[in-house]
């Protein structure tokens, strides 16, 4: 298993395959899929298969996972091989929303190490594609078990693991611990990739002190996927590239949409307004333009409203 210097992290609502397309033209090499209900998938429901399936897409696919029952993640890992490609699969063991922790998925699983341990047998036992759990440093600062958890993990055939350096209660508030995920990866022996407050290539910079196998790009992605052609770029030659011009923002946004509408029809249109708010963030009169975003019914339209954005220079 090689593992590439960065990845796209799972994001509900954000990493689709327009987004992860978009984000493949700036270099991106393992994108994830938003996170998939184990459930969802093996009662073949149509909206579940929708987040995986894109036969067009190239190398390589992560697909993440979440539940909580050994048996039905085990059904999930068949019947992912039955719908389409993947190449790596993740546990979800991060997720902090209400709505997944009390069906005790997601973070929840930090409570149960065992559980969570039998829950990557299980899956392991079906798959033999590279398979990791994401996983947050505990549920409170109190009851701090990453250490635990992720040696669980690893003892039942997990191939690498995925830290992010905040408890389940901080959410995404105060700074991810980059010296807690590296105390994780002194006592680990498969590879650690960290996860956590990298927005910039100075951030990707300065994380690389804490020895970890490779990164997530999370937020620092939304709206941004340049961030990624920069940190290749620098890995390649050392340089720190300028931040994008408002024609590139232009540009890119377009065939942000024009994806969108020809992967996911234009009944998606409604899902690039998050989108364009962060691609446009901080530009001057952009509280007009995120009130036009909110009747936009075409691509005709997005290119009439970026038009005059066109020939502005910087
Ligand atoms: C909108 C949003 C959706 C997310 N959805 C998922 C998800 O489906 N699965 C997951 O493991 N983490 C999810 N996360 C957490 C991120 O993958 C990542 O761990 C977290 O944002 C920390 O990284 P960052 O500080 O670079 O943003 C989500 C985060 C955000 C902001």
């Not at 999370?218 to 770029?233: C, K, T």
Request: glycine share 8%; with cysteine; proline share 6%.
């Amino acid at each position: 298993m090689r593992l590439p210097r960065i990845m796209m992290a799972p994001m509900a609502g954000i990493t689709d395959a327009p987004y992860r397309k978009i984000c493949r033209a700036m270099g991106l090499e393992l994108a994830y899929t938003e996170m998939v209900s184990s459930r969802g998938l093996i009662y073949e429901n149509e909206r579940t298969e929708d987040y995986i399936i894109n036969p067009d897409e190239p190398p390589s696919l992560g697909v993440q996972l979440f539940g909580n029952d050994p048996e039905v993640m085990a059904s999930a890992t068949k019947r992912l091989g039955e719908i389409g490609r993947y190449d790596f699969l993740d546990l979800n063991m991060g997720c902090p929303a209400r709505k997944i922790m009390t069906n005790r998925d997601g973070c929840q699983l930090m409570r149960t190490p065992l559980l969570a341990g039998e829950i990557i047998a299980a899956m392991r036992r079906v798959t033999q594609k590279p398979l990791s759990a994401k996983m947050r440093l505990g549920l409170t600062r109190s009851s701090v078990n990453v250490l635990e958890v992720a040696k669980r993990v690893e003892a039942a055939g997990a191939d690498f693991i995925i830290v992010h350096g905040r408890t389940a209660d901080q959410m995404y508030t105060g700074r991810a611990d980059w010296e807690m995920i590296a105390q994780v990866k002194e006592a680990m022996t498969i590879p650690v990739i960290g996860n956590g407050d990298i927005f910039s290539v100075r951030d990707y910079i300065d994380r690389q002190a804490y020895g970890v196998d490779g990164f997530m790009l999370a937020r620092g992605i939304q709206g941004n996927p340049w961030l990624i052609r920069d940190i290749l770029l620098y890995e390649e030659t050392g340089e720190i590239a300028p931040p994008p011009t408002l024609r590139e923002r232009v540009e890119v946004a377009r065939r942000h949409l024009d994806e969108i509408i020809s992967i996911k029809g234009p009944g998606a249109i409604p899902e690039f307004r998050k989108h364009a708010g962060w691609y446009f963030k901080g530009i001057p009169g952009s509280a007009k333009f995120r009130a036009a975003l909110s009747n936009l019914n075409s691509a005709a339209e997005f290119r009439e409203l970026t038009e005059p954005w066109l020939d502005i220079q910087g």
